[in-house]
């Protein structure tokens, strides 16, 4: 593993840019006592520490001039957040001074560490599983609620124990049918293959159900409203957002370039993207805004398809696929010109609809998972749960002798989830996504 450079010290500015009260500077790897020695004077040396204490003093610079007053919080390994000695500078916030505290840690030994380095060494040092690893991620970045309580949900384990309980039920039934391999004639009891089998592609199917959601409370969701010039696409967007964002006239064409907003529904931070009207137009700019309107949609997590309901009904404005559109109909306070059950009457004017509409968005973009515990909340936890179901399934249709292998793939995927026999490649690429200082 010395791809991974784990021989360093590595040192980061951890706390956010930008001025703050407090900023932390935290160095971690064999030579944090040493670094800190020749960087901090306090009333006594930071390698003289016991772990667990904080000493107070002066970071100084290389002349022995003070940079900055300072804490220096001494931990050692492994009782760290990387498992290694760490010693963090708690000075004051400004960039000017933690910047200077960081190249003062580089010219004692330290090397800039890469983004998520703090982090990986934490589940090099096996502090933290992969799946932890990635809910400190979605801990940092999360913007509601829901996001923070799934990643603290994932970091505490409790997404941990969800999987253990089916990797302890396959591994019960791989057991006993091997047991039994020698023995054919016996056959396997029902209650250890059958019954923990259903069990497990049961509970598979749960987690999987929870990826969608999980990924959408933490990465966020796009919602395109979508329909034809003045079908109050820019309206509704204001309704929903409680303000006036976008320009509303009784022009058609309006909204040329598209316009995003952002809002929060049911726990997922959702942006609401404005586009032009969809029609056959000869001006130039808004055909680009057209183009661009039928661009989002297919970008979109979810299409808010608008047709204005006091005029004669048109075909759609676009084709979108079912699964990821709800068809609005507008304009609900004024006399009705067609009627359709499958569609949802809104009135940007009055609020009415508003909150049925809400609670449909939630509906599609959560759906059941939003009651169970621990989500899954990225694309590759899916996809190894995913994977882990497609074997449990083959497992049930097979005769015993095959479906050992079946049940060892499924044990395989199960174990890429939490991230226990991963590649490096898998480590990498979940890493590069952290920033620098996690
Ligand atoms: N200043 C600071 N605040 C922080 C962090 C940090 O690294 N530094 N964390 C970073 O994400 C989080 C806390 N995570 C941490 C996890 C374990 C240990 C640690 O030292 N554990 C030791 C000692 C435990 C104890 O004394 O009870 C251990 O587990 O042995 C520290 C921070 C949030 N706040
Ligand atoms: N009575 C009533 N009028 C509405 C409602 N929603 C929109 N309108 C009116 O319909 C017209 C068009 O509304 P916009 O929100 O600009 O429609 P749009 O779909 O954004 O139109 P473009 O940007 O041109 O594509 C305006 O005169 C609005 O005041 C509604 O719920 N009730
Ligand atoms: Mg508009």
Not at 51 to 75: I, K, N, Q, T
Not at 249 to 268: C, F, I, M, W
Not at 299 to 317: F, K, T, V, W, Y
Not at 419 to 438: L, Q
Request: charged share 25%.
């Amino acid at each position: 593993m010395t791809r991974l450079g784990l021989e360093d010290t590595i040192a980061a500015i951890s706390t956010a840019p930008g001025a703050g009260g407090i900023g932390v500077v935290r160095v971690s790897g064999e030579d944090a006592l040493r670094v800190a020695d020749a960087m901090f004077a306090g009333r006594r040396a930071p390698g003289r520490t016991p772990g667990g204490r904080f000493l107070y003093g002066r970071v100084l610079d290389a002349s022995g001039d003070v940079v900055d007053e300072s804490l220096a919080l001494v931990f050692r390994a492994p009782h760290s957040y990387t498992g290694e000695d760490v010693v963090e500078f708690q000075t004051h916030g400004s960039p000017a001074v933690l910047n200077r505290v960081l190249a003062r840690a580089l010219e004692a030994g330290a090397r800039p560490a890469k983004p998520g380095e703090f982090t990986l060494r934490a589940y090099v040092n096996g502090r933290l599983d992969l799946a932890q690893a990635e809910a400190v991620l979605s801990l940092v970045n999360a913007q509601t609620d829901t996001a923070r309580r799934q990643a603290t949900l994932g970091l505490t384990g409790a997404l941990a124990n969800r999987v253990a309980l089916i990797q302890s039920r396959v591994t019960r039934v791989l057991a006993a049918v091997q047991a039994m391999l020698d023995y054919p004639e016996e056959g396997v009891p029902e209650e250890d293959r059958e019954t923990p089998l259903a069990l497990a592609a049961q509970d598979l199917e749960a987690l999987i159900a929870s990826s969608r959601a999980g990924q959408l409370a933490t990465r966020g969701a796009r919602l395109a409203l979508i329909g034809r010039p003045n079908a109050g696409k820019s309206s509704l967007l204001n309704a929903l957002l409680g303000y006036e964002r976008s320009i509303v006239t009784p022009v058609a064409g309006t909204t040329r370039d598209y316009l995003e907003a952002q809002l929060e529904l049911a726990g997922v931070p959702i942006t609401l993207v404005d586009t032009a009207g969809l029609r056959d137009t000869d001006d130039a700019i808004e055909a680009a805004g057209v183009r661009q309107a039928v661009a989002l949609a297919g970008g979109a997590d979810l299409i808010l398809h608008l047709e204005d309901g006091s005029s004669p009904r048109e075909d759609a404005a676009l084709d979108t696929p079912a699964d990821r559109t709800l068809h609005v109909r507008t304009k609900a306070d004024l006399p009705p010109a067609w009627a359709d059950a499958a569609t949802l009457p809104v009135s940007a004017v009055t609020g009415a609809g508003l909150p049925a509409l809400r609670e449909a968005i939630r509906a599609r973009l959560l759906g059941d998972a939003a009651r169970g515990e621990a989500w899954l909340t990225t694309e590759r936890q899916g996809d190894a749960a995913r994977r882990a179901l497609g074997h449990v399934q083959a497992a049930r249709a097979l005769p015993d002798e095959l479906a050992t292998l079946e049940l060892e793939e499924a044990l395989r995927a199960l174990n890429d989830l939490t991230g226990r026999d991963v590649t490096e490649d898998v480590v990498d690429a979940v890493f590069r996504n952290f920033c620098v200082g996690k």
